[in-house]
């Protein structure tokens, strides 16, 4: 017999083929399309026993999934948790994303889910469950498939979940280690699903610039008796085999169904093959009934990015988001004007967080703030001296390589995953990286109100909470050196200044300088 595991992850709530810059897009991603494709492998292949998985990432990312979160009525709620429900998905992973709008958020999608949630290695103090079972096992034609849920312990690090009441995080191999062996002796085939990733390639080399965020290998080289291992978290396109396991991660946003297929002896229910493959959604058709499902949610969407909030003088859009990071924007001064007006600076720091974004149209509207900050994240001012930040503009100027003479992107920023959000680009200083220096040697010129920063001088700045912590391997930004915190979102901050401000004018004071010369 054959057992197949269809699965998808990442897909932050991108249930239609839009990432909603523009209303009409056809997107080759979402989850309509990933459900058409689920539909169409399972009709096409009635002989296999298919079982559903979802690897987590899905309640933060889109638009539409921050307006159910923070603003939708019940109604339209239930219409975004029955989108992934119509999909049929028998087993869920937990996300480090889904902690992005509170414990009591998340509980309440998962107890309105009809999926099975696992997840082994969030606990409470005692070392017990916190969430749901560590595992489940579905007996399919006699065979007992167990799956274990896992997550990147990096979600302690990278959302602020340190104050949810008895909420504590083991690690992956911990936890592989204290579930493994009995659910091994339980079933005939074990599949671990892992919301993380892979840390090395397939010949050990290190591929990730954050230790300990991804350990898809390490528990694989360590922990034996693994059948199956379905990744995430990185948003990579994996079909593989790792020591001599099928792996899959299946990009993000609903662009690929993973697909790990085992055939079996029906004596022994012993696996005699196995194979991972990556189906593209590009092609397939939306799925009309989740799309008649959520119509009316998306119709209530829809009005609400487009409401005008502001009009501009001048110019708040770019074309080109390289050229966008290595010269100030009008766009990017605009935003950084935001951030040290709520929190009383004169020095802010932000980040280009995706390639789509394009800036600010006028009039403004909720669609240009949404798709241009897409993370739920909030501000923080932070007390730091003139050598934290050379230190942090150090970091940032990671960011760049040079290449044949010019400005490129350094391609461990692309490679596993794309990073856009740690390349940071400061206000309030006039700074000059020049990226044909060592790492370590770019920053060439920094001054605060025209003269010299000087290592012990004392400065105030507005980060994100995220950086703030040191995320993103900032280690000069640490929680103790907050002084001040704003619980609004940057994205809510930025729609009750444009309230304030029904005309705002675009400037440019062109204040950093990225360079490569020797």
């Known amino acids: 017999m054959k057992i197949t595991l269809l699965a998808t992850s990442d897909t932050h709530g991108f249930i239609e083929p839009t990432n909603y810059v523009d209303s009409n897009a056809n997107k080759p991603f979402g989850l309509e399309k990933a459900s058409s494709t689920i539909k169409r492998y399972i009709n096409q292949h009635q002989d296999e026993k298919v079982i559903l998985i979802d690897n987590g990432d899905f309640l933060q990312g889109s638009p539409m999934a921050d307006y159910v979160a923070k603003r939708a009525d019940e109604v339209d709620k239930a219409s975004f948790i029955n989108a992934y429900n119509q999909v049929g998905y028998q087993i869920g992973s937990i996300g480090n994303h889904e902690f ?10 998962m ?5 099975q949630f696992i997840c082994a290695n969030i606990v409470d103090h005692d070392n017990k469950p916190l969430l749901t079972n560590p595992y489940t096992i579905l007996t399919i034609s006699g065979v007992r498939v167990g799956f274990l849920g896992l997550t990147t312990t990096s979600t302690k690090k990278w959302k602020n979940v340190n104050g949810l009441n008895d909420f504590n995080l083991i690690s992956e191999l911990s936890a ?13 085939v074990v599949i671990v699903v892992y919301h993380g990733g892979f840390e090395r390639d397939h010949t050990g080399n290190w591929n990730d610039i954050n230790p300990g ?4 290998y390490d528990i694989l080289k360590n922990i034996k008796g693994i059948d199956g291992f379905i990744s995430g978290h990185q948003h990579r396109k994996i079909a593989s085999e790792l020591f001599k396991v099928p792996i899959i991660q299946p990009g993000s946003r609903g662009e690929f169904v993973g697909k790990i297929s085992f055939d079996l002896s029906n004596s022994t229910k012993k696996i005699t093959r196995h194979s991972s493959e990556l189906l593209s959604v590009a092609d397939s058709e939306p799925d009309q009934e989740i799309a008649k499902q959520i119509a009316p949610l998306s119709a209530h969407l829809q009005h609400w990015l487009d409401k005008p909030l502001s009009h501009i003088e001048g110019d708040l859009t770019f074309n080109d988001p390289f050229h966008a990071r290595i010269k100030e924007s009008a766009f990017i001064e605009f935003i950084q004007k935001i951030q040290m007006s709520k929190m009383g600076t004169d020095i802010s720091a932000t980040a280009l967080y995706n390639n789509e974004a394009h800036g600010f149209e006028s009039p403004i509207t909720m669609r240009n703030i949404i798709t241009n900050y897409v993370y739920p994240n909030t501000l923080v001012k932070s007390k730091i001296s003139g050598a934290d930040l050379r230190a942090a503009l150090e970091v940032t100027a990671k960011y760049f390589d040079v290449k044949h003479g010019e400005v490129v992107v350094n391609e461990q920023f692309m490679f596993p995953k794309e990073r856009f959000y740690n ?4 206000e309030g200083i006039e700074y000059t990286l020049n990226i044909a220096n060592p790492v370590g040697h770019r920053v060439t010129k920094l001054k605060y109100h025209g003269k010299d920063i000087i290592d012990d001088q004392v400065l105030f700045v507005t980060l994100n909470r995220y950086r703030a912590n040191g995320g993103g391997h900032y280690p000069m930004y640490t929680k103790d050196k907050i002084v001040a915190s704003c619980d609004m979102t940057i994205s809510q901050i930025i729609l009750e200044y444009l309230q304030e401000h029904p005309v705002v004018k675009a400037t440019n004071n062109h204040n ?3 360079e490569a010369r020797k």
Do not use: A, Q, W
């Not at 107890?111 to 999926?115: A, D, E």
């Open 423 to 426: 390349y940071d680009m400061y």
């Open 100 to 109: 992005d709008y509170g414990l009591d958020y998340l509980n309440f999608v």
């Open 111 to 115: 107890n309105h889910s009809s999926r």
């Open 176 to 188: 592989c280690k204290r579930y493994l062996p009995e659910l091994r002796e339980k079933t005939d």
């Open 213 to 216: 965020e991804n350990r898809g």
């Open 512 to 514: 950093f300088k990225i």
